[in-house]
Nanobody, 127 residues
């Protein structure tokens, strides 16, 4: 069975840090771009960023640049989202998704045509 399982969410104070993990199984992880998304109550899902396959190139939405870092460990079939300097507006359910990479040197976090989705992990940032 294809699975993407997120973990690491929780309650943190503003200014704190949290690292989310996304463990994949059931497909060849190294051939897929990995993107992170978040959705707050009453709001649409937004793309956080993504990491490519071969050269590990990353892209981020403007609101998290300099604070969040996406990485991957193909040997462990795991992607990560390191979140630093957290703000209350970062509170959301965070999900990872995988997309087969037709290019190894770019990735897309628009959410279009992702092949697999995780169910998400809740991050709450208190003021």
């Amino acid at each position: 069975e294809v699975q993407l399982v997120e973990s690491g969410g929780g309650l943190v104070q503003a200014g704190g840090s949290l690292r989310l993990s996304c463990v994949a199984s059931g497909f060849t992880f190294k051939y897929y771009q990995i993107a992170w998304f978040r959705q707050a109550p009453g709001k649409e899902r937004e793309g956080v960023g993504c990491v490519s396959t071969l050269d590990d190139k990353t892209y981020y939405t403007e609101s998290v640049k300099g604070r969040f870092t996406i990485s991957r460990d193909n040997a462990e079939n795991t992607a990560y989202l390191q979140m630093d300097s957290l703000k209350p507006e970062d509170s959301a359910v965070y999900s990872c998704a995988a997309d087969f990479a037709h290019s190894s040197r770019w990735c897309d976090y628009s959410g279009h045509d992702m092949d697999y989705w995780g169910k998400g992990t809740l991050v709450t940032v208190s003021s």
